[in-house]
C-alpha cells in the first residue's frame, strides 16, 4: 500500500496556512495538517481561519487549486482555566474545511480537571464530526503513552484518539508493547521525525530540540519502524520537522522535500 504523506505545520509555523500548503504540495506530500486553533502563546502568529474570513478563503482556494487535503489541525489545549466553549468557531472552522481531526494536548497537572474537559471537548467535536487526537509531549502534564491511554480510558469517548510523535515516544521512553496494549482504532496519524540518541536532562533543551532542530527520519536514534509496522496501513505519517537553520538555508519547499525523501527511503518506500 502507499501510505499518504502529511506536512505538518510546526515544520514552518510562520508560514500561513495557504502558502503552506502550496509549499506542500511542490514538496510532494498528499495533505497538510495546519495550526489554525490559535494557543495564545507569546511571539505566536495566529492562523486564525475562524475569525479570518480572508484567510479562511485562500486556505480553500489553496487545497482546491493544488489538490492538496487538510487531515487535521491543532491545538485545542487543555490548561487551567480552559472554556471548551471558546474552541466551537475553530472547530466548526475545520469542519467547514471537510477535516476530520483535532490534536490536543495537556497543560495542566489536575488529572481530574484535564479528564473532565477533554470529555467536554470530545463531545464538543462529536457535534462537527471530528476526532480529538492527544498528543503527549515530554515536558507537558501527560507526558507518555501510558498517561495519554489512561486518559482516553478514563473519558471512554467513541471519537477519542492519540497522536504518537516520535520525538516524544523517544524521549518518554515508551516502547512497542505500550502501543500494542492501546486499541488500534486510537490512531488516526503520527508525527515522524528523528533526533540524536542521548535525551536531554533539562526542560529548555528538549524544548529547543522539538522546536527548533529536528532531524530527519533515518537520520538519528529513533525507531519508528516496529510501531508503524503495527499501525494500521491508513495511518497518515505527518512528517513534524521544525529546523531553524535547514528551513532558512533550503526554504520551507525544499527543506520539506528533503524530509520526505528522507523518510520514504527510511521505510524503504524509494
Wanted: net charge negative.
Amino acid at each position: 500500500m502507499e501510505h499518504k504523506y502529511s506536512l505538518v505545520h510546526l515544520t514552518a509555523i510562520d508560514c500561513p496556512p495557504p502558502d503552506f500548503i502550496r509549499a506542500a504540495a511542490k514538496a510532494g506530500y498528499d495533505c497538510v495538517s495546519l495550526r489554525t486553533i490559535p494557543m495564545g502563546l507569546p511571539g505566536e502568529i495566529p492562523h486564525d481561519i475562524a475569525r479570518d474570513h480572508q484567510l479562511f478563503s485562500e486556505t480553500v482556494r489553496a487545497a482546491k487549486e493544488t489538490g492538496i487535503t487538510i487531515n487535521d489541525t491543532e491545538n485545542a489545549r487543555i490548561f487551567d482555566g480552559v472554556d471548551i466553549r471558546n474552541y466551537e468557531p475553530a472547530l466548526a472552522a475545520a469542519a467547514e474545511l471537510g477535516l476530520h481531526h483535532i490534536l490536543s494536548n495537556i497543560w495542566t497537572d489536575d488529572k481530574a480537571y484535564y479528564t473532565e474537559k477533554f470529555g467536554e471537548l470530545c463531545t464538543l467535536a462529536a457535534k462537527y464530526g471530528l476526532t480529538v487526537n492527544l498528543e503527549f509531549v515530554t515536558w507537558a502534564s501527560v507526558k507518555n503513552l501510558r498517561e495519554a491511554a489512561e486518559l482516553l480510558h478514563a473519558v471512554d469517548c467513541a471519537n477519542a484518539g492519540i497522536v504518537i510523535d516520535f520525538l516524544h515516544y523517544y524521549r518518554s521512553k515508551d516502547t512497542i508493547e505500550e502501543v500494542k496494549k492501546c486499541p488500534i482504532g486510537w490512531f488516526n496519524f503520527v508525527h515522524l521525525c528523528d533526533a540524536p540518541r542521548e535525551i536531554p536532562e533539562d526542560k529548555e533543551s528538549l524544548i529547543h530540540t522539538g522546536r527548533e532542530e529536528r532531524l530527519y527520519p533515518g537520520e538519528g536514534a529513533i525507531d519508528m519502524k516496529s510501531v508503524l509496522q503495527y499501525l494500521p496501513d491508513g495511518v497518515i505519517r505527518g512528517i513534524e520537522v521544525p529546523h531553524l537553520v535547514r528551513v532558512n538555508e533550503y526554504g520551507v519547499a525544499e527543506h520539506a522535500r528533503r524530509a520526505l525523501i528522507a523518510a520514504k527511503e527510511y521505510f524503504g518506500e524509494e
